[in-house]
Structure formats: structure tokens, C-alpha cells
């Protein structure tokens, strides 16, 4: 391109001045200042409130007995309120530890036909953007094909990503990205 | 005679922008200063036009501001020559060979009865003593921007042989706390105007062929969907919302449909699918991650992600036969292929260590050139003449733009005062 000299320019010799060019010349600069890209400005998603940690931050864990001990995903003491799976940095193989968090949630559906679960996948923030929704989302996929192993019902499970667009952790820094390196499981009504 | 290279000349050039900062301008407006020289420039001495000093806008320093930014032209300052010349006969090509100039812009700003301006202009070549260009335009005195663009383009093309950018506009992404903005700007930043705001995180928007709708990708509904906006009206459409995950779109040339990556059937999977949402068709099945697709400009095949090779590596779909060629074979990631315009290459995202740059592949040679030096270096955009390419980059832990030429020479940052500014997208030359 321009390594060429500039001696090297295309002299097309426009002698005089292209007056017939111009009525067209200043028609496309007139369209151009419509400003054509501000009429209307859709406001989206502006009262949802952050969905990656659904689940774990319930507001319905008050304290009474029965609050907790009447639903399973709630009560502390029950697995079944454990909702993250995390992962190795590109990675989505789940590691051993995370197994019977995901074999129980998988028994609930299986029991609880009506249940319907939503798993989020997410990515740190390396790499690509849209390269991310899609381990996410493979990180998500990969759990949901387990659940279905372990007894659940494919209509029960809706697998989907952030990437990275939705961090945990804020930070830059490896534990940051090991937080954000996670599926979390958010049930239907949550 | 060719000049010295003069990488990366230290000058921090920065964009004549204060009058337009106007405390009305969105927080996201982007400044541009060059930070890296080009090879060899051409000097040109851009004389202010007659008659202009009448008006708010300084035509000419809009017209200088783009050249120099480009990085390929060097200014020489017309000062001390008297008169000033504003037609063609009116220079004395010796005054300006004199001061270095290899190229002379002349020009003139006439009212006209209804109110309108006649802006004129000539090029001419000091050295061989001939006209290069010459036109005029009437136009609105609010048309001076886009009119200073035109005459920039015209010139930078008569001077380099490649299309000038200038009248082009630029989509990003901008977030300033927990709110999102997809804006559309002018080339050189100005004019920003908001098409999306969300609460939620906004990405990947693209621009149709003929630069009327922007699709783009939202989690405003806990999952990525992607819609497909008009510029004119602002009125959106849903594109793709099925079960899963839905992104990554990517028009073809003829602006009739999309590729885009959906997980409904199982996995990140590449589909097409039209520009009103219809006509979902499956362009491949793959046991591994298929994604960013994007079109060649002659639409007969697709660049994209996948890992299917056990890494994310950049690959080829040929769309009449189906055929797959793995195109990336360095590294460990290369991901985020666009072409350029002319189809000859590629531009992407590779990983060396923990960096991220921008590289460009040669498709003949499969010779690789690494673009940028930062440590995040994203989504990089190309602009329709080919020779800038827009990224993400970061600074001091903000999210900013920045361009460098396709031949790793001229290098510009694009900041947005508080806010982190992403996910670039060069628009298409104006009809």
C-alpha cells in the first residue's frame, strides 16, 4: 500500500473542476447528517437484577424451621443447595468432587417431574468473547448430559452460557478466574 | 525519493476534538490519538479554505485531523504564505515544494442565496505542478463534518489508491458501571449516539452490508439472544431465540442472512438463518465447539472457531461442498477470524503465553504476522478498505479501542472518558 512513494500516485488528472459529480456529491452528504441512528433507543433487562448467583443468595432462607427444612434446595444442610460446578481453565471436564452435587440434583428432577432447572455456564475472562459463550456453554452441556445419566429428563433442563460476560469475581488475578471458571444451577422460580 | 520509516515517532497526536466535547456528548465518546508513526508519509499542506474562518466548524482542521490520523500523511503548516491561495491557478507550486509539500489542498466557503454553503476544493500535486482532484459541494453549514469526511476520502484516495474511511462509522460497546450502551459513532469518534442501553451485558454487534441494521447479541433475558436492529427507526427484532444459547452473528455480503452459533440441537453449532429470524438451516454438525463464523466477501465460505482439532483453531467451511481446511496451526488458540475485504486474508486472535494479539494470516502464503503488543487484544474489526483494523484493548485496567494498520505501522488508542469501551464493529462505506 503506501510503501509505495508517493510519487507513485494514481495521477488520474481530473482537469477542472467535476461540477456534474456534485449534485450527487452533496445528496449523499445530506443523508449522511440525518443522524439516522437515534430515533428511538429500546431500554432493556433494566430491573433484572443479576441472575448468576440465583440460588445461593435466596431471599427466602429466613430462618424458620420449616422455611428451611420444607425445601430441600434450600436447606443448608442438603446438597441440593450446593448450585456451582467449577472447572480447570479451558476445560470443561468435570472433576470428581462435584459428582454427587450433580447426581443429586439430577435424583430431585427425577423425583420431582414438575422441576425445571436452567444451568448457567461461565467462562474467566481469557480469550475471546464469544469463543467463551461457547465453552460456557459446553461447560453447562456437559453437566446436563450427566444429570440426564442420573435419571433426568431432557425437557427438564434448559443448558446456557455467559462466557464471560457475568463474572463473579471481579478481579484479574487467578482466583478471580478460578471463582469464574462455574456452572451455577438455578431451578425454575428461583 | 521514499522517507525514512519513522516507527512509532513519539508524537501523541491528539484529534482536534475539544470543541465538540460539548457537556451534551455521551460520557462514551471516543478520542483518538495516534500513538505509533506509519513508514513513509506524504506531506500535504492543507490550506485553510477562503471564507471558512465565517463558520463554527474549521472545515479544513476536520480535513487534516483525518489525514493525520491515518497515519500516512505528514501536515505542513501553511502559514506565511500570502495571499492564500483558494483555486487551483491561484497556487505557486515553488512556495510550497519549498516547505516540503508534495501535495496542496485549496479551497473556498461561499454562502449561497438560500442559505446553503458552496464548498470548494482542489488537490494538486506540488511536485508535478497538475491538479489531481476538484469538486464542489452545496450543502447545509451542518453538513461541514460529513463534508470534511468526503473531501479527507477523497484526497486520502487519490493519494494512496485505497478507499478512504473517514465518511464510515464506527459500532462499539460501552459500560459504565453496570450499564451497557451500544453506541454508533462517527470514524473519528464524533456524533455518538446510543442505540441500545441495557442492564445486562451487550456483545458481538455486527453491521449489515449495507450499513442499515446492526445485529447484536443481549443477556437482557438471562441467556444470550440476538436481535437485529434498525438504525433509521430503532426498532429491533428478535433473530435467534431458541432453547440454549444464541450469538455470534455474522451477515453475509448480500445482507439476505446470517451465520450465527446456536446450542438448540446440542452443543455451540454453527446455523444460517435470514434476516427476519426464518429459514433456520444447520450449516454443519460437529461433536466440538463450532463458533464466530464470518462470511468471505464473495459469500462462498465461512472462517470460524472451533476446537475441534482439540485446541480453538481457525478453520474454513467451503459452503458449495462442505468442505473443512484448518487454517491456524501456531500456538495453542486462535480464535475471532475476520476477513479482509479484498478475501486475500484474515485478521485474528492468537495466544502467545498469557497475550492476547491481533494477527493477520496471508490465505496464499499461510504466512502469520503478529499486529499488536498489548496483553488483552479482542475483537478486532477491519475497516472496508482493509488497511485498520479496530480492537479491544486494555489500559490500566479499562476497556479501551484501539487501531493499528494492517501492516503493523500506524497504531491509534480510542478512549471513552469513564467508561470501558469493547467489541468494536467498522461499519460499511456509505452508498
Known sequence: MHQSSHRNFRFTLWAGIAIAALLAGCQTTQTTDKAPVEER???TGATTPGAGTAGTTGSAVTGTAAGTLGNPLRDPRNVLSKRSVYFDYDSYAVKDEYKPLIEAHAKYLQTTRTARMTIQGNADERGSREYNIALGQRRADTVKRMMLLYGATDTQIETVSFGKEKPKN????EAAWTENRRDDVVYAGE | MIRPPRFFAALVWIAALALALAS?????QLTIEIIGGGGTTVPIAIVPFAGE?????????IVGADLARSGLFKLIDPAGVNPRPARADDVRFGEWTARGADAVVVGSVTPQADGRVEVRF????????????GFSYVVAPSQFRPTAHKIADIIYEKL???AGVFSTRIAYIAKQGSRYELLVADSDGYNPQVIVTSNEPLLSPVWSPDGTRIAYVSLENKKPIIYVQSLATGQRQVLANFRGSNSAPAWAPDGSRLAVTLSRDGGSQLYLINADGSGVQRLMSSAAID????????GKSILFTSDRG???????????NGAVERMTFDGSYNVSPRHLPDGKGFVFVRRDGGRFNVAIEDFATRQVQVLTQGTIDESPSVAPNGKLILYASANGGRGILAAVSSDGRVKQRLTAAASDVREPAWGPLPK
Open chain 2, 53 to 61: 474562518a465565517n463558520y463554527p466548524y474549521p472545515l479544513t482542521g
Open chain 2, 122 to 133: 482542489f488537490l494538486l500535486d506540488a511536485v508535478k505542478q497538475t491538479q489531481l482532484a
Open chain 1, 41 to 43: 433507543t429500546p431500554s
Open chain 2, 291 to 298: 463458533t464466530e463464523a464470518n462470511f468471505a466477501p464473495d
Open chain 2, 310 to 320: 482439540g485446541s480453538p483453531q481457525i478453520y474454513r467451511l467451503t459452503l458449495g
Open chain 2, 160 to 162: 494512496t489508491g485505497d
Open chain 2, 24 to 28: 451534551t456528548a455521551p460520557r462514551a
Open chain 1, 170 to 173: 471481579s478481579g484479574h488475578d
